[in-house]
């Protein structure tokens, strides 16, 4: 039987960082299940901060970076996004908001129409 690395005795291993990108990888293993013409070949990335300014009207979220490739920012979305509660319930739902809205910048179409059953009561 195999135990954490960490060991019984230290808490586990983990950060905002690592957090942050297993809800973002969530999000897109979701999307791939429901929606799967919109990620076909495409590859989701991951950063800190984007390296320039591609929008011009302040710090990028998330950029579409190549033909197939979007890559999300962490860093902006965690300090620049005001959530009324930073609970991992508001952290995850922002997660996947900004991959909707990727994807959707991907494909020219609105973040609604890739998942648009997600949302529904």
Known sequence: ??????????????????????S???????????????????????AALP??????DGIDRFQVTGPREVTIYRVPLERLEKLHCE???????LAEMTVLA???????RE???IAHDRYNG
């Open 1 to 22: 039987m195999r135990s954490s690395i960490a060991g019984p005795y230290l808490p586990r291993l983990t950060g905002r960082a690592l957090l942050w990108q297993l």
């Open 24 to 46: 973002v990888e969530d999000t897109v293993m979701y999307l791939r299940n429901v929606a799967p013409e919109y990620l076909d070949g495409v590859e989701v990335r991951f």
């Open 51 to 56: 390296t320039e300014l591609r929008s011009g």
């Open 87 to 93: 609970d991992p319930v508001h952290v995850r739902a």
């Open 102 to 108: 990727a994807i959707g910048e991907l494909h020219g």
């Open 111 to 113: 973040p609604w129409n």
